[in-house]
Structure formats: structure tokens, C-alpha cells
């Protein structure tokens, strides 16, 4: 990997519009202020509380140190208030390759513009950044919204994984397998920069 330092050195991304920065112990707060039941109705387990934000941020600040993830928090630059999380995990250096997701956002900034600008900047960070031949994203079968989402980004469905994970809520679900390959890239790339002119001159 190009980068060495990159869980013990983790970087900020920045955009015109928003910054991902290293997620710490300290935005649980924040989170927990714009957390909704509906960001987990999807997701490997729920949070109700603040402790519960605690001990999912600490989980994936160790996942970071462990040399699995990279968690982000998402910051809108107009108000420097943090909006949402994300993150790359599945991190295999020999392959190229990670996962995007674990995101969500506060219902305030669904459907926004924030969330073309945090896949943009992480897009741009695996392959033009870490050189990575290939990023996939899973989702939930039954969530539709998510998968029309991942699509407009220009990722192609793979297909179906069958019981890839059993929810806290012992629900056992299928998912739906989305990637990027660094092939795709120069044209997900161009949509990205057309949506942000569309954007930029309405």
C-alpha cells in the first residue's frame, strides 16, 4: 500500500462542501445527537442510547488500530457540524481492494447532496489515492433505497449473497453485492462531476 501510515495516521478527505474526518471517541455526541431508529433498520445492530453510540464508535476506532477499517465522520463545511458517518473496511492491501459503507446520515441531510460528495471522496481516495482495482458495497435485500442509491453512483450489481448475516435482531438476511472496479472509474468519475455542475448551477 502506498500509504503506511494509514490507520495510525488515518487522512482527512475535503471537499468544497463537506470534510471526512478520523472518526473519534469524542463525535459520539454528535452522532448520537442526529441518530434516528431508522439509520439501523437495515444495519448489523441498533442503537438506542448514548452508551450504545459509545461502544459502536469504540468499536470502530478499533477496528481502525486493529488495521481493518478506516470510520470517518462526515462534517457539512457550511456549519461544521457533523452530519453522518462512513467508512472503508475489507481493507486487503495484496488485493487492492476494500468495502464502502456502514454510512448513514441525519435525516436532514438524506438525500442531499452529501452523500455524491462523501462516495466521491472516497472513491477518489481508493483508486486514485491507494491505487485500488475494486470497491464493493453489500445492502440489505430488502432495502430498495439503498440499492437505487449505490446504482446512481454507477456501481454494478454482482448479485445476490444468500444468509450473509444475522442482524442483532436475529433476522437473517440476504445482500445485495455492488462493486467499482478501477475500469469503471474514469465514467463513475465524470457522473460525479456532472451532478456537481447540475448541482452548482441550480
Known amino acids: 500500500m502506498k500509504n503506511q501510515h494509514l490507520f495510525t495516521k488515518p487522512p482527512t478527505l475535503e471537499s468544497n462542501d463537506i470534510k471526512l474526518i478520523p ?28 452508551q450504545e453510540m459509545d461502544d459502536w464508535v469504540s468499536n470502530a476506532i478499533q477496528l481502525r488500530e486493529e488495521g481493518f477499517a478506516l470510520p470517518f465522520a462526515i462534517v457539512n463545511k457550511r456549519n461544521e457540524k457533523i452530519v453522518g458517518t462512513t467508512r472503508l473496511y475489507e481493507i486487503n492491501p495484496t488485493q487492492r481492494s476494500c468495502e464502502l459503507g456502514s454510512t448513514w446520515y441525519g435525516k ?28 464493493q458495497f453489500k445492502t440489505d435485500e430488502r432495502n430498495e433505497r439503498s440499492q437505487k442509491a449505490i446504482e446512481r453512483l454507477g456501481a454494478v450489481k454482482e448479485g445476490l449473497i444468500r444468509n450473509e448475516r444475522i442482524l442483532s435482531n ?13 475500469e469503471d472509474w474514469k465514467t463513475v468519475k465524470q457522473g460525479f462531476i456532472e451532478r456537481e455542475n447540475r448541482y452548482r448551477s441550480t
Open 23 to 50: 472518526l473519534e471517541f469524542e463525535h459520539s455526541m454528535s452522532l448520537f445527537q442526529i441518530n434516528h431508529s431508522d439509520h439501523w433498520a437495515y444495519m448489523l445492530t441498533s442503537i438506542n442510547t448514548q
Open 108 to 135: 436532514d441531510y438524506q438525500r442531499t447532496f452529501v452523500n455524491a460528495a462523501c462516495k466521491q471522496l472516497l472513491l477518489t481516495f481508493c483508486f486514485e489515492t491507494l491505487d485500488f482495482i475494486r470497491v
Open 170 to 182: 436475529g433476522y437473517i438476511r440476504n445482500a445485495v453485492l455492488y462493486s467499482i472496479t478501477k
